[in-house]
């Protein structure tokens, strides 16, 4: 039983980064088809970084990683991981809400909620600014780039303005799809946590549900704290061992799973790109 609990957690949560995959080919689709089989790749790679980083970097590698892969470029691939990230801002701040509503967590909690507040916050202006002021963006842009060579000048226009562009286009996205997915996907994700405190007490500990979401979300996970395995004693090292497998071995069977055959085939069909801004 205790196998079958921590096989399930680790189910339930690669269902929930499908649906995330899912979700992040919407944004992408408004220009250019999604290769599939570069996609997960850059997630699971992404994630696994995030894991060993601080301030969630690897989404900056994700980024990277599957924007030179598109034929819009870097720029446009980061528009779309940060749209994809504020979405799960906007979720965590209500879940850390709701926690610290409930004085559950105390104090980390609030500090928490009060921290995805500000940054969800600060992403709704970027979009803002970016959909009401974009021809002046790219005026200012133009002027910037415009001191360096003609590569660097070409690069840093595409880049800046695929950017802009991706975040005033949001309005062609499908809503209705989007939010089924982003509720589909954090389903998931809490009931494959809940399963995986479950599998921790069976084994001894008393790492509840609520320990899990602040180990992963809170405040200070985000920073080089998180990185510090304190082994004062033998029972958090076990936690911090355990969630490390926990959060890794789905990224190892996301990175191998484009390794197959089926996935190369779909990302040779798929791999093609149309569209574009220039």
Request: glycine share 6%.
């Amino acid at each position: 039983m205790t196998v079958f609990l921590f096989v399930c957690s680790i189910v339930l949560l690669m269902v929930g980064h499908a649906l995330r995959l899912m979700r992040w080919s919407c944004f992408i689709k408004i220009y250019e088809h999604p290769p599939a089989g570069a996609l997960l790749r850059s997630m699971a790679l992404g994630y696994a970084l995030n894991f060993f980083v601080p301030f969630k970097l690897g989404d900056v590698f994700r980024a990277y990683y599957s924007g030179k892969r598109m034929k819009n470029g870097i720029g446009f691939s980061l528009a779309t991981v940060i749209l994809d990230r504020f979405l799960d801002l906007i979720v965590v701040a209500l879940l850390f809400a709701v926690l610290a509503f409930s004085n559950v967590g105390r104090d980390a909690a609030r500090e928490s909620a009060r921290f995805y507040y500000i940054a969800a916050a600060a992403v709704l202006a970027l979009l803002l600014i970016a959909n009401l002021f974009s021809s002046a963006i790219k005026r200012i842009t133009l002027r910037l780039c415009s001191v360096f060579n003609d590569h660097i000048k070409l690069k840093g226009e595409r880049f800046f303005w695929t950017l802009i562009n991706t975040f005033r286009d949001i309005r062609r996205v499908n809503f209705a799809v989007i939010l089924a997915e982003t509720v589909g996907m954090w389903v998931f994700y809490i009931g494959s946590y809940a399963l995986f405190a479950a599998f921790m007490q069976r084994l001894g500990s008393d790492y509840a549900l609520v320990e899990i979401i602040l180990s992963l979300f809170s405040r200070s996970s985000l920073d080089l704290s998180a990185l510090t395995v304190a082994a004062s004693s033998s029972a958090v090292l076990k936690e911090q061992l355990w969630l490390a497998v926990y959060t890794l071995l789905p990224s190892v069977i996301m990175f191998a799973a484009t390794l197959t055959k089926a996935f190369t085939t779909v990302e040779k069909q798929t791999g093609s790109v149309d569209g574009g801004y220039l």
